[in-house]
């Protein structure tokens, strides 16, 4: 099968997911990989992994804001056009579309005649959560403000609208999916390669680890409040690829860690085998995320032997047994405090949930089984963009 594949993802998880299923995907098809801004694979390079890519510059236009942001949609939505002639005029089987950093949903979409598998993680309407908000809803421009954000997101939902068939990675996402689309998704679990993500013989130290995006909605401020609450106070490193916004996030971070007695640190890596070594080293991984979609961080750190504290809230209770391979508690520090003191001081508690949950990633939570499903989505597209086609005749 001749396979057309387009994403414009920035550094984190979205973009893994993508690497590992292409990885998989080209050992079988010819994948030609299509971008718009070569810096999209400065992270887990795809590059090496397809038949041949295909750039069309003009699509690095990510972070812009006020009239630069509208420019940037129209950038990317002119390459997406070009982008779309070449696959239609390609002789693709199926095009496999995933998120991109401007649009959300890409406009590539809109503009294919083959029948596409889009991959959506989560609708563009997530940044009308109060922790993305910020300041959107303040100051004399907040009606100018609300109308923009209200215009991207019909963008972003008639972009993911002209896909044969949507997939997601939990079934939280399933719902959100709905309610802002107004489709059904097939569910798409995630994983881990276990090769690279396994426990190795590093001493453990009494450090909470965190890793994700440096930015209010990942919660790491939760974090610093819930180990504030602790009588022995575990320190806490905060490892990062990028930010995302929120420049003077890391710096907050830093003044409420020193009224509370924290210790804390940062590190920006995107090396595997540190990272590899960082949840082999942590005594526990903590996981706070607001409405995460599903999040690979616990399922990584699992896989290494390293139990999880986190919230029971979106795409981690799909991840996290509770009681069983971690620990889940509500948003309050004080509980979440708690738990974390818990499975700190309880050896025989720990050492159970660390040889459990490796055991649960490797049965329910590798690249191979997220492989076959969507190899199941693929030819369910083929067949629904063929049964549309006979009823549009």
Same mark, same amino acid.
Request: proline share 3%; glycine share 6%.
């Given at each position: 099968?001749?396979?057309?594949?387009?994403?414009?993802?920035?550094?984190? /998880?979205?973009?893994?997911?993508?690497?590992?299923?292409?990885?998989?995907?080209?050992?079988?098809?010819?994948?030609?990989?299509?971008?718009?801004?070569?810096?999209?694979?400065?992270? &887990?390079?795809?590059?090496?992994?397809?038949?041949?890519? @295909?750039?069309?510059?003009?699509?690095?236009?990510?972070?812009?804001?006020?009239?630069?942001?509208?420019?940037? %949609?129209?950038?990317?939505?002119? #390459?997406?056009?070009?982008?779309?002639? &070449?696959?239609? *005029? /390609?002789?693709?089987?199926? #095009?496999? @579309?995933?998120?991109?950093?401007?649009?959300?949903?890409?406009?590539?979409?809109?503009?294919?005649?083959?029948?596409?598998?889009?991959?959506?993680?989560?609708?563009?309407?997530?940044?009308?959560?109060?922790?993305?908000?910020?300041?959107?809803?303040?100051?004399?421009?907040?009606?100018?403000?609300?109308?923009?954000?209200?215009?991207?997101?019909?963008?972003?939902?008639?972009?993911?609208?002209?896909?044969?068939?949507?997939?997601?990675?939990?079934?939280?996402?399933?719902?959100?999916?709905?309610?802002?689309?107004?489709?059904?998704?097939?569910?798409?679990?995630?994983?881990?390669?276990?090769?690279?993500?396994?426990?190795?013989? &590093?001493?453990?130290?009494?450090?909470?680890? $965190?890793?994700?995006?440096?930015?209010?909605?990942?919660?790491?401020?939760?974090?610093?409040?819930?180990?504030?609450?602790?009588?022995?106070?575990?320190?806490?490193?905060?490892?990062?690829?990028?930010?995302?916004?929120?420049?003077? $996030?890391? *710096?907050?971070?830093?003044?409420?860690?020193?009224?509370?007695?924290?210790?804390?640190?940062?590190?920006?890596? #995107?090396?595997?085998?540190?990272?590899?070594?960082?949840?082999?080293?942590?005594?526990?991984?903590?996981?706070?995320?607001?409405?995460?979609?599903?999040?690979?961080?616990?399922? *990584?750190?699992?896989?290494?032997?390293?139990?999880?504290?986190?919230?029971?809230?979106?795409?981690?209770? *799909?991840?996290?047994?509770?009681?069983?391979?971690?620990?889940?508690?509500?948003?309050?520090?004080?509980?979440?405090?708690?738990? &974390?003191?818990?499975?700190?001081?309880?050896?025989?508690?720990?050492?159970?949930?660390?040889?459990?949950?490796?055991?649960?990633?490797?049965?329910?939570?590798?690249?191979?089984?997220?492989?076959?499903?969507?190899?199941?989505?693929?030819?369910?597209? %083929?067949?629904?963009?063929?049964?549309?086609?006979?009823?549009?005749?």
């Amino acid at each position: 099968m001749r396979i057309a594949f387009f994403h414009n993802l920035p550094s984190g /998880g979205a973009k893994r997911c993508a690497f590992e299923l292409i990885q998989f995907l080209s050992k079988n098809h010819t994948v030609d990989l299509y971008i718009y801004d070569q810096h999209a694979e400065d992270f &887990l390079d795809i590059r090496q992994l397809v038949n041949k890519t @295909i750039l069309i510059p003009r699509g690095n236009t990510y972070g812009e804001k006020g009239i630069k942001r509208l420019i940037s %949609l129209n950038t990317v939505r002119i #390459a997406s056009k070009k982008i779309a002639q &070449l696959i239609n *005029e /390609g002789n693709y089987d199926i #095009a496999l @579309i995933m998120q991109c950093k401007v649009s959300n949903s890409p406009f590539v979409l809109r503009y294919l005649n083959i029948p596409s598998l889009y991959f959506c993680h989560e609708p563009l309407a997530k940044i009308l959560e109060p922790h993305y908000r910020g300041n959107n809803e303040n100051g004399l421009l907040s009606f100018l403000k609300k109308l923009f954000l209200n215009w991207t997101i019909s963008i972003d939902k008639k972009n993911a609208l002209n896909a044969t068939l949507i997939c997601t990675s939990s079934l939280y996402c399933i719902e959100n999916i709905y309610r802002n689309y107004g489709v059904y998704a097939k569910l798409n679990y995630l994983g881990v390669d276990t090769e690279q993500f396994h426990p190795i013989d &590093l001493e453990r130290t009494s450090t909470l680890l $965190f890793v994700g995006a440096l930015n209010p909605a990942k919660g790491q401020d939760f974090i610093i409040e819930s180990v504030g609450t602790m009588k022995v106070k575990p320190s806490i490193r905060f490892i990062y690829n990028f930010s995302y916004g929120a420049t003077n $996030f890391k *710096e907050q971070l830093i003044n409420r860690a020193q009224q509370l007695g924290v210790s804390i640190s940062f590190e920006n890596m #995107a090396n595997d085998t540190e990272l590899v070594n960082a949840y082999n080293q942590a005594i526990l991984t903590v996981f706070p995320s607001r409405l995460e979609p599903l999040g690979l961080v616990p399922l *990584e750190s699992m896989a290494c032997g390293t139990p999880v504290v986190g919230i029971a809230e979106a795409g981690i209770r *799909e991840t996290i047994q509770h009681n069983k391979t971690g620990l889940l508690t509500e948003r309050d520090s004080v509980e979440f405090g708690k738990a &974390l003191n818990n499975l700190i001081n309880d050896k025989t508690m720990w050492k159970a949930m660390s040889a459990l949950g490796i055991k649960t990633v490797l049965e329910q939570w590798t690249w191979k089984q997220s492989y076959q499903k969507l190899e199941e989505h693929i030819k369910t597209t %083929l067949k629904k963009y063929e049964n549309q086609n006979i009823s549009n005749q």
